[in-house]
């Protein structure tokens, strides 16, 4: 679980990276946050918020409406966020 966390947030940072080609700023912020029942959280407990912001320059309307599509993605077939 821990590493495909990981693997999840660096996934995020290349592609905020990508997605400011002339630079720009990518910020991860994590708070502690609680969930309690009498505030309608069907969760109880608590936990870790993290907040994740970049700089770039947005999404085109077509391709936000996509976004959430598991296999979609804007890069050419030859561009890899793997690295090596």
């Known amino acids: 679980m821990l590493r495909a966390s990981l693997s999840a947030k660096v996934s995020l940072a290349i592609n ?15 708070s502690n946050i609680v969930f309690r029942h009498e505030d309608g959280f069907p969760l109880t407990g608590e936990f870790v918020q993290l907040s994740l912001e970049d700089t770039g320059v947005g999404m085109a309307p ?17 561009v890899s966020s793997k690295s090596a």
């Open 16 to 30: 905020a990276r990508d997605a400011m080609p002339k630079g720009g700023r990518f910020t991860v912020r994590a």
């Open 62 to 78: 077509d391709v936000l409406a996509r976004a959430f599509e598991p296999l979609f993605t804007t890069k050419p077939k030859s």
